[in-house]
């Protein structure tokens, strides 16, 4: 199974909203609403962010939301703040059972 | 509170086997649903599942990966061991360990990490 395709990287204006998209198949993707986020800072350890296409665990901003569309999810960041430039991927159950995750986005905020 | 944390050889030659341990605390292997799973992070680069042992040792494997890979887990012993056969280069990375919630498709929370190497 290959990667998920997101872009490889993202910037915006502090305020700002970005969205990250996530593309797959429907073998994944597409097939499932079982999209998941992790926000990763450097030298640090993923941490969820949206799982399910679209909900927050508890304790995450509402600034962060999640969708999906056929084969692509997306990611948007709203009111882009300064602690929000990390690595996010997203991951999707498959199929087969397995699961894949995404090339990775490294967010900028300008 | 749940916890998961690696342990194992930070540095394996290639053709070796690379064997890590991972302690879970909070939660019990018993609970319906229940897995853990382990994914690695090459250096600088992005993220990718490895494979899952369920409650009921049931496993699911990457297909890149599930010729040399196996995970098993210890109930006893609050364990998963994660097996990598015939280890190259490109193995090296931080391997993690984490926590898939009871019929869920998710992974929280993860364990710190453990760096490997693999190298001559």
């Known amino acids: 199974q290959s990667a998920l395709t997101q872009p490889a990287s993202v910037s915006g204006s502090p305020g700002q909203s970005i969205t990250i998209s996530c593309t797959g198949t429907?073998?994944?993707?597409?097939?499932?609403?079982?999209v998941s986020w992790y926000q990763q800072h450097p030298g640090r350890v993923p941490d969820l962010l949206i799982y399910?296409?679209?909900n927050r665990p508890s304790g995450v901003s509402d600034r962060f939301s999640g969708s999906k569309s056929g084969n692509t999810a997306s990611l948007t960041i709203s009111g882009l703040q300064a602690e929000d430039e990390a690595d996010y991927y997203c991951c999707s159950y498959t199929r087969t059972g397995t699961y894949v995750f995404g090339t990775g986005t490294t967010v900028s905020v300008l | 509170q749940i916890t998961l944390k690696e342990f194992g050889p930070t540095l394996v030659k290639p053709t070796q086997t690379l064997t890590l341990t991972c302690t879970v605390s909070?939660?019990?292997?018993?609970?319906?649903?229940?897995?853990v799973a382990w994914v690695r992070q090459p250096p600088g680069k992005a993220l990718e599942w490895l494979g899952i042992?369920?409650?009921?040792?049931?496993?699911d494997y990457s297909p890149s990966l599930e010729s040399r890979l196996s995970v098993t887990k210890d109930n006893s012993k609050k364990e998963v061991v994660l097996t990598l056969t015939n280890v190259d280069p490109v193995d090296t990375g931080t391997y993690f360990c984490?926590?898939?919630?009871?019929?869920?498709?998710?992974?929280?929370?993860w364990g710190q990490g453990i760096a490997v190497t693999v190298s001559s």
């Open positions: 909070g939660f019990f292997f018993s609970t319906r649903g229940v897995g």
């Open positions: 429907t073998s994944d993707v597409g097939g499932y609403d079982f």
């Open positions: 399910d296409v679209t």
């Open positions: 042992v369920y409650w009921d040792d049931d496993k």
């Open positions: 984490v926590h898939r919630r009871s019929h869920r498709f998710w992974f929280d929370p």
